[in-house]
């Protein structure tokens, strides 16, 4: 068949890029060989407009075991335990499809994590729509988290955590990123890496069927109209199936058979043999005929690039085969030898005897192109509010309307969909700064969190990119633990778009900037580009998921108030600011002006101080102050225990709703018992911390002396108001 | 005390299962579905999770499985058994309880704690615990709506086979405290002999007070005893 140029088109792939293949080829290629390129070269395989930026980030650290480019990043928590995580992004297949898509984005990001050697302890998601008004929301919204109830429940592994946002800028483009957290033996750590020539190459799992084919051009591209007919690129999951594999997977992990490992995910059978051949700079043999195969009569180049389920590639031990084979037929799972490692540094591909596909391994992975796109740099918005010019608004219906907006509504509906308790580690559930697993059998624990700011990073990338990084690492000590590592799954509009690219280039260096400054390295990530219909892009989101370590868990820490007339103290300095904050959206509409500004040297020693104050056990509960503001973080404290608070008027800051609703950052309020003022008061003296008694707690009333007093039975209504309306 | 825990592909509260039972001191062994032997014991689990996928009806294929042969052998002759949420399922499927579990009212998986009350505690699955104590438990399940024939009903009324019933924090049953829509809120129930234990709450998920708590302790301790 004839290469046209309308085919090379369909593939995702630009003319200048075929003509690169054809002389890295020395040839044309068949169209076997062109779907191979596609699903190597598209962005979200190929990170080609993203390596560039990606190098620069901070991803080293005495703790990091693995940086970014593995299956999944490797941190050391002490002893012989290491965890394994990483966050990836289902965006486009859970718009087209919403169940399967976000169902599959869990299994995804599983098989990631336990292809590594962990068992996998925790799953996190962080899940974005449109206007809670647009007609698509709601069952998108439905489908959502039933996919991913549905996969983490049937598997048994909890979902502990995540946030759930609302803005119509994901109104024809959510986004539905999913975190998967293991536990390992450090030195039972499994890699991708390829070794040794004549190694047996292994299918296991699930058999190929027709789905999926594609799917990874169609995350590299932007939606349009006919967006519903990429159904079929979507795949289908199958929890059952991948418990079976996880299960016969770590069985043979318990032994040394495995020389390398990956699993079939975006791209396939093609994107997993050639990363496992070119890592181990070798070549890789795979007759198509012995790929166990769901439907009849498919060719070569379907399986090739179907993304069908629950399916790996391992490298054997010679005379392994036997009593791995063994294993898989206990958990009654295909194992098929279909191909061997070669001297070649060739991707073959052979079918009925004849080689189908031969194309350099290098040219599929290292000769891939690389983009170094045009950006821009965003400049500073200059728009000032003066509030004066606003309606005034009391301050208890300023708080009411950001407490039942549904963007800071309580979330219990959807996390009460998923099984957080499964396996009988969870500590602490959704709905706290962090979720608190135990390491089984021991008394360490990890804490777990993920954040984003998308209005703060579409308003000033930079800032945005160092504030979700801040944010993440005090929701961690806000819990007790100390932070160690982030994933970060990079949700942006389309990068050809100057402005896109600035975006990410922006937050990326803000990104960069905060993890070195707090040592908080980068081990894992992913890139989704390409968000966006008929040209509208979403605002740039840039999503973390963070690990904290807990070195002894005796009662873990959370933000419920825990008896009356304890002090509250506000740690970290009030200046007010309100630009991009939530009272401006929520009572006006208004998102202009600039994120508040980040001060690193401020964020670290606060937050140091404030783990001190836990680790000698003087914090009774304790909560960052984020969106909507001191007020915000107090009701929070308050509507979700038996307690109320009440709080002093400020003396310095005069306007009480610059006071109360700024988003100034590196704050906390702790309720300390009185008797440990002195303690706490020497501490943070002693740290230079600035800090403001704020008043007490006190029964059933959130009081704020002479401006408002609800109870706390009411501000839990108000706070669960929109759902019961929705 | 010796017990065996039935593990089925999809089976997926097996392991925190075996962790309750060795810290109650039960010697456990795990035994995996296609096994035809059953080891002797005197208390045989079938724990939670989504066997066999699921695929069909919540338990339908396990209820037909190999090892259930033995099971319900082992049944019949007076070892104790108790089956945990799908586990629950399961030995509906096979008989050895009544009725049957329908989907959630909402429709929608639940997890949650909850209030239960132990409604008989003159059996060897609760004699540890009070009449009428009120237990705060973890549930996770997407058809745990029992529902069973009227005479069955006031059957297990007639004999106290009801074992527990979902309440609200002070002890009221009702429609409000009904987390799923079981027929007079009954979220376990026993066979007539009462060697029999079917309940939709994890016990094994409260254990521990750093996790949860020990409401579900007690369960164990009555079966050891």
């Known amino acids: 068949m004839k290469i046209t140029n309308e085919i090379v088109e369909k593939h995702g792939l630009k003319p200048e890029e075929f003509e690169i293949i054809k002389k890295l080829l020395k040839r044309e290629p068949n169209l076997l060989e062109l779907g191979v390129f596609s699903a190597m070269w598209n962005e979200h395989c190929s990170y080609k407009s993203s390596r560039i930026h990606l190098k620069k980030l901070f991803t080293k650290g005495k703790r990091v075991i693995q940086g970014p480019g593995e299956n999944a990043g490797v941190i050391d928590i002490g002893d012989d335990d290491a965890i394994i995580f990483k966050i990836e992004s289902h965006n486009h297949p859970s718009y087209i499809e919403p169940y399967q898509g976000a169902a599959t984005g869990v299994g995804g990001i599983l098989r990631d994590v336990f292809t590594m050697g962990a068992r996998p302890i925790a799953l996190l998601n962080s899940i974005h729509f449109g206007d809670p008004k647009h007609p698509k929301t709601k069952s998108l919204l439905n489908g959502v988290v039933s996919g991913i109830g549905g996969y983490g429940n049937c598997i048994g592994i909890p979902t502990v955590a995540g946030e759930t946002k609302f803005n119509e800028t994901y109104n024809e483009n959510i986004l539905v990123n999913a975190m998967a957290v293991g536990h390992a033996k450090k030195d039972k750590i499994f890699y991708s890496k390829a070794k040794g020539i004549n190694k047996s190459v292994v299918y296991v799992g699930s058999k190929t069927g027709r789905d999926g084919i594609h799917g990874a051009s169609m995350a590299s591209a932007e939606f349009d109209e006919n967006s519903d007919e990429k159904k079929p690129t979507v795949q289908v999951g199958d929890p059952f199936t991948e418990k079976l594999l996880m299960e016969a997977c770590l069985e043979l992990m318990k032994d040394n058979s495995i020389i390398s490992i990956q699993d079939m995910g975006a791209a396939g059978l093609t994107s997993s043999s050639v990363e496992m051949a070119s890592k181990g700079s070798l070549g890789i043999e795979l007759h198509l005929d012995k790929v166990p195969c769901r439907e009849e009569n498919m060719t070569p180049y379907e399986m090739m690039l179907s993304e069908s389920q629950e399916r790996m590639l391992i490298i054997l031990e010679d005379g392994k085969e036997n009593a791995a084979k063994r294993i898989f037929d206990k958990w009654d799972l295909d194992f098929v030898v279909i191909g061997k490692t070669t001297d070649t540094n060739n991707l073959t591909l052979k079918y009925k005897n004849n080689i189908v596909g031969e194309i350099p391994i290098e040219a599929l992975a290292s000769k891939a192109p690389i983009y170094d796109r045009k950006w821009i740099k965003k400049k500073p918005q200059k728009n000032k509010i003066d509030l004066k010019n606003l309606k005034k608004i009391k301050i208890e219906d300023a708080l009411i309307n950001i407490l039942s907006s549904p963007n800071h509504s309580n979330k219990s509906w959807i996390t009460n969909q998923y099984d957080q308790m499964v396996m009988c580690d969870t500590a602490q559930k959704s709905g706290s700064d962090a979720a608190i697993i135990r390491i089984h059998n021991k008394d360490k624990a990890i804490a777990i969190s993920v954040d984003s700011s998308a209005n703060y990073c579409k308003s000033f990338p930079l800032t945005g990119g160092k504030q979700i990084v801040c944010e993440n690492w005090r929701n961690l000590i806000a819990v007790g633990a100390k932070p160690i590592a982030i994933t970060n799954c990079l949700n942006f509009g389309n990068p050809e778009n100057q402005e896109i690219m600035g975006e990410f280039a922006e937050c990326l260096e803000g990104i960069k900037e905060a993890c070195k400054f707090l040592n908080y390295p980068v081990v894992s990530g992913n890139v989704s580009f390409y968000n966006g219909t008929n040209k509208k892009n979403i605002h740039p989101t840039p999503v973390i998921g963070g690990v904290g370590l807990i070195n002894k868990l005796s009662k873990p820490l959370n933000h419920k108030f825990k008896k009356e007339n304890s002090f509250l103290l506000l740690i970290g300095k009030t200046f007010g600011h309100l630009e991009q904050s939530c009272f401006l959206k929520e009572n006006y509409s208004i998102d202009l002006g600039m994120p508040p500004e980040i001060n690193l040297l401020n964020e670290k020693n606060n937050g140091e101080s404030l783990l001190q104050l836990i680790n000698e056990d003087l914090v009774l509960s304790s909560h960052d102050v984020s969106n909507g503001g001191l007020i915000t973080t107090l009701s929070e404290m308050s509507l979700s225990s038996l307690y109320g608070a009440k709080i002093n008027k400020p003396k310095k800051l005069t306007n009480l709703i610059n006071y109360f609703f700024g988003e100034d950052q590196a704050r906390y309020v702790i309720e300390i018992e009185p008797h440990n003022f002195t303690k706490v008061e020497k501490i943070l003296k002693n740290n230079d911390i600035f800090f403001e008694n704020i008043g007490y707690t006190q029964e059933e009333y959130f009081e704020i002396e002479g401006e408002l007093k609800i109870s706390t039975k009411e501000l839990f209504k108000i706070n669960n108001r929109w759902y019961n309306n929705y | ?225």
């Open chain 2, 1 to 225: 005390m010796k017990s065996s825990v039935i593990v089925f592909p999809g089976s997926n509260c097996d392991r925190d299962i075996a962790v309750a039972l060795e810290k109650m001191q039960f010697k456990n062994t795990m035994i995996w579905h296609k096994e035809t032997v059953l080891p002797k014991s005197d208390l045989i689990v079938i724990p939670g999770g989504f066997s066999y996928g699921d695929y069909l009806r919540s338990g339908a294929i396990a209820g037909k499985s190999k090892i259930i042969d033995e099971v319900i052998k082992a049944a019949n002759s007076g070892c104790l058994i108790l089956g945990i949420c799908n586990g629950f399922q399961i030995l509906t499927e096979t008989g050895l309880l009544r009725g049957t579990l329908l989907r959630n009212k909402n429709l929608k998986f639940i997890n949650k704690d909850v209030r239960i009350r132990v409604m008989n505690n003159d059996t060897k699955f609760s004699n540890k615990y009070k009449k009428d104590q009120i237990l705060k438990i973890n549930i996770a399940h997407n058809e745990g709506n029992f529902f069973t024939d009227r005479k069955h009903l006031e059957e297990l009324k007639k004999d106290e086979l009801i074992a527990f019933k979902y309440c609200d924090e002070k002890g009221n049953i009702n429609e409000e405290s009904n987390p799923n829509g079981s027929i007079d809120n009954i979220a376990g129930i026993f066979n007539s002999k009462k060697n029999i234990l079917g309940m939709m709450p994890h016990p094994e998920r409260m254990i521990d007070e750093v996790i949860s708590n020990k409401d579900g302790l007690n369960l164990f301790s009555s079966l050891i005893n």
